[in-house]
Nanobody
Framework: QVQLVESGGGLVQAGGSLRLSCAASTSCFSFNVMGWYRQAPGKQRELVAGVTSGGTTDYADFVKGRFTISRDNAKNTVYLQMNNLKPEDTAVYHC????????????????WGQGTQVTVSS
């Protein structure tokens, strides 16, 4: 059974940075697309970013220019570098994998992790 385990969340002040990591229990080549989505209390989950096996990236408008997604297939790990964090970025961030960017945007994940909490104070 494939598992995705996130790490790197925490408490940071507005304007600060965090780097999230997602370790997959199997080769990242198993997934065409890996990405991150987030869910805040009382809000719908929303895709933050995705990256294909070929390196094509996709970002939500609200993180463009601030967040960067990358994947290291040799280490079976996906990263999310988050800069210039804002209080509205506070949420549980989940790693997910699926067959296409469209599937991730639509919430059709093949597998997802338990999430890591990111809290941004003002």
């Amino acid at each position: 059974q494939v598992q995705l385990v996130e790490s790197g969340g925490g408490l940071v002040q507005a304007g600060g940075s965090l780097r999230l990591s997602c370790a997959a229990s199997t080769s990242c080549f198993s997934f065409n697309v890996m990405g991150w989505y987030r869910q805040a209390p009382g809000k719908q989950r929303e895709l933050v970013a995705g990256v294909t096996s070929g390196g094509t990236t996709d970002y939500a408008d609200f993180v463009k220019g601030r967040f960067t997604i990358s994947r290291d297939n040799a280490k079976n790990t996906v990263y999310l570098q988050m800069n210039n964090l804002k209080p509205e970025d506070t949420a549980v961030y989940h790693c997910a994998a699926g067959p296409s960017l469209a599937d991730l945007r639509g919430g059709r994940y093949t597998v997802w992790g338990q999430g890591t909490q990111v809290t941004v104070s003002s």
